[in-house]
């Protein structure tokens, strides 16, 4: 029955140790540079080259599956 | 409430492809994400890749949030992906050095990290932190620097509530038990 205020208990003590943690932050130049890095692809999706690769990847893979299938008929075959 | 609906009108923003939106949420978490990252892989260079590679995958998903979008959950859901893709990384390339260990050796020097303490307490607890286990690190973290609930915690981390449950005890313990005579 005392279960959960003993577990609640635990998230209690965490946060009271954690607020002695010193406090941490990313550099500001490196923030600003994050920031401008990623904000100009807001709303535009992943970029195209991602697609492409993933989309030549299929194909390598399609043509590889289809070659393993027609030497394995070529055998089957003979 | 208030930070409920400012976090709306970021989702709203963040769908119409708004870059001031963009700006809110990057000042409102950019801290948050960096302190839970840098405290995962113990290295601020990579720190700041992951921290990079979460915005950039808000950016990139902006237009597909749902309106009931939680951006905390959703953003430590990809933090903590993208930490689980690097420590498998690590592993592997630990792996492919032979028998070096995985993790950093025991150092009297400060780490990056812990040079932020001020004090004596501050850096046992530093110490403490990164003395545990990932797992329990990340739920204590959640939880204590981020005030997660432990539902939220389960879900970012697709593991049950039980299990936060019990990863929080066990931090707490082997927490105690590093910290000795610092508490």
């Known amino acids: ?78 | 409430m208030e930070a409920l609906t400012a976090e709306t009108d970021w989702v709203a923003g963040l769908r119409r492809g708004d870059p001031g939106a963009f700006d809110a949420v990057f000042a409102a978490y950019r801290r948050r994400l960096y302190g839970y990252l840098v405290r995962m892989t113990r290295r601020r260079d990579v720190a700041e890749d992951l921290l990079q590679e979460t915005f950039l995958r808000l950016a990139q998903h902006a237009k597909r949030l749902a309106d009931d979008t939680r951006l905390g959950a959703w953003l430590f859901t990809v933090a903590h992906r993208l930490v689980q893709s690097w420590g498998r990384a690590q592993a592997v390339r630990a792996a492919l050095a032979g028998d070096l260990p995985a993790q950093e050796p025991a150092s009297t020097e400060r780490s990056p990290l812990e040079a932020l303490a001020d004090t004596q307490t501050q850096l046992a607890l530093e110490r403490a932190f990164a003395a545990l286990a990932p797992a329990y690190r990340e739920v204590a973290l959640l939880v204590g620097i981020e005030g997660l609930q432990p539902a939220e915690v389960a879900e970012i981390l697709g593991v049950r509530p039980d299990a936060i449950r019990q990863r929080l005890a066990r931090a707490r313990a082997q927490l105690a038990e590093h910290l000795g005579d610092h508490r």
């Not at chain 1, 208990?9 to 600003?32: F, N, Q, S, W």
């Open chain 1, 1 to 78: 029955m005392t279960d959960k205020p003993e577990k609640d208990d635990d998230a209690m003590k965490l946060a009271d140790l954690a607020r002695g943690l010193p406090p941490t932050d990313v550099d500001p130049a490196a923030a600003e540079r994050i920031a401008a890095l990623t904000r100009r692809d807001v709303g535009h999706g992943p970029p195209k080259r991602r697609v492409v690769e993933a989309a030549l990847v299929a194909v390598l893979v399609l043509a590889t599956l289809a070659w393993v299938a027609m030497k394995i008929y070529e055998m089957l075959g003979r």
